[in-house]
């Protein structure tokens, strides 16, 4: 006879941590997160349900199957995560486990989510993220983001911190590490009219292309000035 543990029906979801590269659609319209291991290769909503990654008809998160969002219990265990090379650029997640799920040691498999809060890590050049920017690689119609300060935006492909949160919608809280402003979409919507901090950091990312654009059109200038002059 095999022996089962006791069905869990808790009051209210579980929460958990896991870590993602935050991604944005090839049109810019839609904001989302991809895994770093298994399922990376499928994009995911603020709010989703989890596919099989192996094509397989059940429902996950199957017993005898991989499938399934993953997560940690603690938040030290996410953010050990981030030590290794290839997981630098990533953002830390906390999520709401919903649905069936199955709970283990470390953390849970899971059929639907929804991350509350996302935290950016600084930017490759140590100052605090003001906004995510194309990071150079991606999966079929996402390009994948890394955290970047106003200095290193120059003219890549960017959103906001807030223009994230908005993008991805479903009230997702985006807040950068180290000091960082947090830009919580619902409060947004619920205002109407971004607040200060919101603002601050538009403004500070707007200054900066402004800055690299006034830089490259003075380069330009000084090219066209001197084919003039030995013409």
Same mark, same amino acid.
């Given at each position: 006879?095999?022996?089962?543990?006791?069905?869990?029906?808790?009051?209210?979801?579980?929460?958990?941590?896991?870590?993602?590269?935050?991604?944005?659609? #090839?049109?810019?319209?839609?904001?989302?997160?991809?895994?770093?291991? *298994?399922?990376?290769?499928?994009?995911?909503?603020?709010?989703?349900?989890?596919?099989?990654?192996?094509?397989?008809? #059940?429902?996950?998160?199957?017993?005898?199957?991989?499938?399934?969002?993953?997560?940690? #219990?603690?938040?030290?265990?996410?953010?050990?995560? *981030?030590?290794?090379?290839?997981?630098?650029?990533?953002?830390?997640?906390?999520?709401?486990?919903?649905?069936?799920?199955?709970?283990?040691?470390?953390?849970?498999?899971?059929?639907?989510?929804?991350?509350?809060?996302?935290?950016?890590?600084?930017?490759?050049?140590?100052?605090? %993220?003001?906004?995510?920017?194309? %990071?150079?690689?991606?999966?079929?119609?996402?390009?994948?983001?890394?955290?970047?300060?106003?200095?290193?935006?120059?003219?890549?492909?960017?959103?906001?911190?807030?223009?994230? %949160?908005?993008?991805?919608?479903?009230?997702?809280?985006?807040?950068?590490?180290?000091?960082?402003?947090?830009?919580?979409?619902?409060?947004?919507?619920?205002?109407?009219?971004?607040?200060?901090?919101?603002?601050? %950091?538009?403004?500070?990312?707007?200054?900066?292309? *402004?800055?690299?654009?006034?830089?490259?059109?003075?380069?330009?200038?000084?090219?066209?000035?001197?084919?003039?002059?030995?013409?």
């Amino acid at each position: 006879m095999r022996l089962r543990l006791p069905a869990e029906r808790p009051t209210e979801p579980p929460t958990g941590y896991k870590i993602a590269h935050p991604v944005l659609s #090839h049109d810019g319209a839609r904001a989302g997160f991809t895994g770093v291991s *298994l399922g990376g290769a499928l994009p995911y909503g603020v709010l989703d349900d989890a596919a099989c990654v192996y094509g397989r008809r #059940h429902r996950p998160p199957a017993r005898l199957c991989d499938c399934g969002f993953h997560c940690v #219990h603690e938040r030290g265990a996410a953010e050990a995560m *981030l030590c290794t090379a290839e997981h630098r650029t990533a953002v830390l997640l906390e999520v709401s486990v919903l649905g069936a799920y199955i709970r283990f040691e470390r953390g849970f498999r899971f059929a639907r989510q929804r991350v509350r809060t996302a935290v950016a890590g600084p930017c490759a050049c140590g100052a605090t %993220a003001v906004a995510l920017a194309d %990071a150079g690689w991606g999966r079929p119609g996402w390009r994948a983001l890394v955290p970047v300060c106003a200095g290193c935006v120059r003219g890549r492909t960017s959103v906001s911190l807030a223009g994230f %949160a908005r993008l991805a919608g479903e009230g997702l809280r985006v807040v950068a590490r180290g000091g960082g402003t947090g830009f919580p979409a619902a409060g947004l919507a619920e205002r109407g009219d971004p607040g200060v901090p919101e603002l601050a %950091a538009e403004a500070a990312l707007l200054q900066a292309r *402004l800055d690299w654009f006034q830089s490259q059109l003075a380069r330009l200038g000084e090219r066209g000035g001197g084919a003039g002059e030995q013409g």
